[in-house]
């Protein structure tokens, strides 16, 4: 079955072991990826996926340029990237028309560790610019702070309809209570990034079903792991092989390759 992963995260040689360190005492998480490029190719290789979606988020203003730099230059043939805006970041339509020069296919944005809420009006402008032109993978639902709410991402899908939404973890990590109530049966797209260590399988496959199948995307969040447990792992969740291949390929590849 052709896979794509559409939520791997990269980072430069130099800054890898620090970003991975940094990940895995936000999240208390043992992981299992070094962060690296060679490291991310390796783990798709091992395990056969076809493509990859890179995603790097700005934590900090003076890193956005940079950011889209170093996410355009790892791109090529099977794998693409998103670039990042930075809610402070002052030129963000003129940074969003490079993105774009980059070739780079949408925006990442982590509200908790860029610390804003999804709904802060001051986001508004770019929701508003890249609608029809870009999605935008939003990480949802946080244990530590209400950053990323889901209910904060519903209002943003109500307001802006012509915005194309990916939101990660099912809609919430940690909040998918929340993610049901809000945001699952939206028009909006979900990946499984991040799903598998915090649910169980009947509670997945529970939230799958009760989304719109051709919306929902297969996630690792590389490196925090790597694909082929991850694969193997949503190979045995109660899904139909239709749904599978949905999950896997079909729904990335239409949204993002075609």
Do not use: C
């Not at 060679?38 to 890193?63: C, F, H, M």
């Not at 296919?105 to 009006?121: S, Y």
């Not at 009947?202 to 790597?226: A, C, M, Q, S, W």
């Amino acid at each position: 079955m052709k896979v794509i992963d559409v939520h791997a995260h990269v980072f430069p040689d130099a800054v890898a072991q620090k970003a991975v360190d940094n990940l895995k005492n936000y999240y208390s998480y043992t992981m299992h990826g070094t962060g690296t490029f060679d490291d991310l190719k390796k783990s798709a290789a091992e395990a056969g996926v076809e493509k990859l979606v890179i995603n790097s988020t700005a934590t900090k203003v003076y890193q956005v340029e940079d950011v889209n730099n170093f996410t355009s230059s790892v791109i090529g043939g099977n794998i693409i990237g998103f670039g990042s805006i930075h809610p402070d970041y002052p030129e963000k339509e003129k940074e969003i028309d490079r993105i774009i020069s980059l070739g780079l296919k949408g925006i990442k944005l982590h509200p908790d560790f860029q610390q804003f809420n999804i709904d802060d009006e001051k986001m508004f402008p770019v929701y508003d610019y890249v609608s029809g032109k870009l999605p935008i993978l939003f990480h949802v639902g946080d244990m530590n702070n209400d950053y990323s709410n889901p209910i904060r991402l519903a209002r943003v899908v109500e307001m802006f309809p012509h915005l194309t939404v990916i939101a990660a973890h099912l809609g919430g990590y940690s909040q998918w209570a929340e993610s049901e109530e809000y945001l699952i049966g939206k028009n909006i797209y979900i990946d499984t990034s991040s799903t598998f260590s915090e649910l169980d399988d009947k509670e997945i496959v529970r939230l799958i079903k009760k989304h719109d199948i051709n919306r929902v995307l297969f996630g690792t969040d590389y490196p925090l792991e790597r694909h082929t447990s991850t694969i193997e792992h949503t190979q045995r969740l109660d899904l139909s092989d239709d749904a599978k291949e949905k999950i896997f390929y079909t729904n990335a590849y239409n949204l993002l390759f075609k």
